[in-house]
């Protein structure tokens, strides 16, 4: 098992656009894309640079060194600096219970706990 910290890695974009995020090599694991649909007010949307309501939500897991780099992939295809493009963020996972789930989830086949 890699003794690496593990990081939770969320991409917020216009609906539609989630299949471009989950479209990452350095995945290995499993991808989740749920809609969403916001209820802030718009001045706080337009901050976060998420401009529409309803929304991709992707989600993903990864070690750090590859949440880093998936961020970037997501970053060259939807240039998170102009505004409405979206927001992708990592989230530490500091506990985590069910060692058969976590391998799964990271695309870990067949890794036995040490």
């Known amino acids: ?5 593990l990081k939770l890695v969320i991409g917020i974009v216009e609906r ?10 350095l995945v290995k694991g499993i ?3 749920n809609l969403g ?6 001045d706080v949307l337009n901050c976060l640079g998420i401009g529409e309501e309803e929304k991709d939500v992707v989600f993903t ?3 750090t060194t590859e949440a880093q ?3 970037e992939i997501w970053d060259k295809k939807m240039n998170f ?4 493009s979206g927001i992708a963020f ?3 996972i500091n506990s985590i219970f069910g060692i058969s789930a976590l391998n799964e989830l990271l695309g870990n086949k067949g890794e036995q706990n040490e």
């Not at 539609?16 to 090599?25: A, E, N, Q, S, T």
């Not at 649909?37 to 718009?42: D, L, M, P, V």
């Not at 600096?81 to 409405?84: E, R, S, V």
């Open 1 to 5: 098992m890699n003794n690496e910290k």
């Open 16 to 25: 539609g656009l989630g299949k471009k995020l989950i479209d990452c090599p």
């Open 37 to 42: 649909k916001g209820t802030a007010c718009s």
């Open 69 to 71: 780099m998936i961020l």
């Open 81 to 84: 600096k102009t505004p409405n």
């Open 61 to 63: 897991f990864a070690y």
């Open 90 to 92: 990592t989230i530490s």
């Open 31 to 33: 991808q989740i894309i």
